[in-house]
Structure formats: structure tokens, C-alpha cells
């Protein structure tokens, strides 16, 4: 009988390039810190998109998507990416700063994905996927790294996810780059500074955690499911996650 466990399922991580430049210092960092994928305790199946080549549109707070199953209308590849992001057990959110807060381009998908969740026939769905976040800017310290990493756990909590910190730090994982332009980050890799040292170190931390926790949540999940699976409100991380009959 398939029980949906991870010990013959892999957890699915998807990773996303908030970044509007291509390229840049964001991406350079999410690829980098997706080897320890690698290093993990279970298989992880990892998938990794860059919102610069994706268009996803600003909500227009039309409603639609309150009476039509949740569906946005707006013709972009909002749905495509979404879909990604339903189907994954873990989000790994790699962001710049931009004027000490999100890129519009992922503030667009968060408000996307809040809004035409509540179009959907349960409202409050227990999407219940672990999300972390990799902030990086110009400064660390009131450079806005920390207020990114608030808005991202404001979206897990409003997705009904949970917010996983790294171990050395009770917020997220942040780097800094004092220079804004796109290779800034390369070069700190190349001299292998002491603050670059710590961004690896706290977002090897947040993937490694953020992998536990979803393996934890599917096999508490695949247990109680007698006791879970009649509440519609679980019926969408069922439907996604446990398959074969208990």
C-alpha cells in the first residue's frame, strides 16, 4: 500500500530567481547553493526558474479569481508558474533588495498566489510547504535584507506554509554585496570573504532544514491521514502528496 512517504518519494524544491536582472548576483547565489541539494539526508528533485524570464503581471485586485476557482485571468504565465509552485513540497526564495524592500517582480507572485487562493473552494487550503528565503543587497545591516525576509514569512503564514530560518540566524539567510553591479557576488565567491563564507553557510543551513521539515510534515501527514483526509480544507496537499490508498 503507497503511503506517500519520503523514504521512496523525493522532496520537491523549487527554487526561484527573484531577481528581474539575469545573470545577476541572485542567480549566481541560488545556483550555487542548490549543490547542497546534494549533500541531503533524503533525494531532493529540484526545479529552478528565474522570474526575469517569466511575465507575471502586477494583481489588479479585479476579483475574478473569487468566483471562478481561483483561476487569474490575466493572460501571462502567472498560471504556469504557479502551477510549479503548487506542485512543489519546499520554495526557496532567492531575492535582491530593492529600495530596502522585494523586486516588484516577486511581490507581483506573492500577492498572485495569495489573492487566487482565495478563490479556491476551501478557503484557509493547507498548502503546508516549507519556505526559506536568501536575501541579498547592498548592506546587511538596514540595508533591507531583514524586511524581505519579513514579507516572505507574512506569505508563507498567509499560504498556510511554514517558515523555516537557518540555524545561525532566527530570521533567513542574507548576503551582501556593498556593489550593486552583477558580478558582484562572483567575486566575492572568488576571494571567498568572511561574509560570503557565512551567506553559504546560513543558506546550506535553510535548504537542509527546509528539507527535514517537509519530509517531517508529509510522513506526520501520510499517518494521520484518517484522521486529516475528511477535512477539505487538507484536500489539496493530499491530493498532491499522498498517493495510493491507506
Not at 124 to 138: D, E, L, S, Y
Not at 143 to 149: N, R, T
Not at 176 to 184: E, I, L, M, P, Q
Request: charged share 25%; hydrophobic share 35%; glycine share 10%.
Amino acid at each position: 500500500m503507497g503511503n506517500g512517504l519520503y523514504d521512496t518519494e523525493p522532496v520537491k524544491l523549487l527554487a526561484i530567481s527573484a531577481s528581474p536582472r539575469r545573470n545577476g548576483n541572485s542567480q549566481f547565489l541560488l545556483d550555487t547553493v542548490l549543490e547542497y541539494t546534494r549533500e541531503q539526508k533524503f533525494a531532493v528533485e529540484t526545479k529552478r526558474i528565474s522570474l526575469a524570464e517569466k511575465k507575471v503581471s502586477a494583481c489588479i485586485g479585479c476579483l475574478a479569481c473569487y468566483s471562478n476557482g481561483g483561476k487569474c485571468v490575466i493572460k501571462d504565465q502567472f498560471e504556469e508558474v504557479r502551477s510549479l509552485w503548487k506542485e512543489a513540497d519546499c520554495i526557496l526564495y532567492c531575492t535582491p533588495v530593492y529600495v530596502a524592500g522585494l523586486p516588484g517582480q516577486l511581490k507581483c507572485l506573492i500577492d498572485r498566489l495569495s489573492n487566487a487562493d482565495y478563490g479556491l473552494s476551501v478557503r484557509g487550503a493547507r498548502h503546508m510547504k516549507t519556505i526559506g528565503v536568501i536575501a541579498q543587497g547592498g548592506d546587511f545591516f538596514g540595508g533591507g535584507a531583514e524586511l524581505c525576509m519579513v514579507d516572505i514569512m507574512r506569505h508563507a503564514a498567509m499560504m498556510n506554509c511554514v517558515y523555516v530560518p537557518p540555524d545561525a540566524s532566527y530570521i533567513g539567510s542574507g548576503g551582501w554585496v556593498w556593489d550593486s553591479h552583477a558580478d558582484a557576488m562572483r567575486e566575492k565567491a572568488e576571494l571567498m570573504t568572511e561574509d560570503y563564507r557565512l551567506t553559504l553557510e546560513t543558506a546550506k543551513s535553510v535548504i537542509t532544514r527546509s528539507v527535514e521539515m517537509a519530509a517531517i510534515i508529509k510522513s506526520g501527514a501520510a499517518q494521520l491521514r484518517g484522521r486529516l483526509g475528511t477535512d477539505p480544507s487538507y484536500q489539496y496537499f493530499y491530493d498532491r502528496n499522498i498517493s495510493g490508498e491507506e
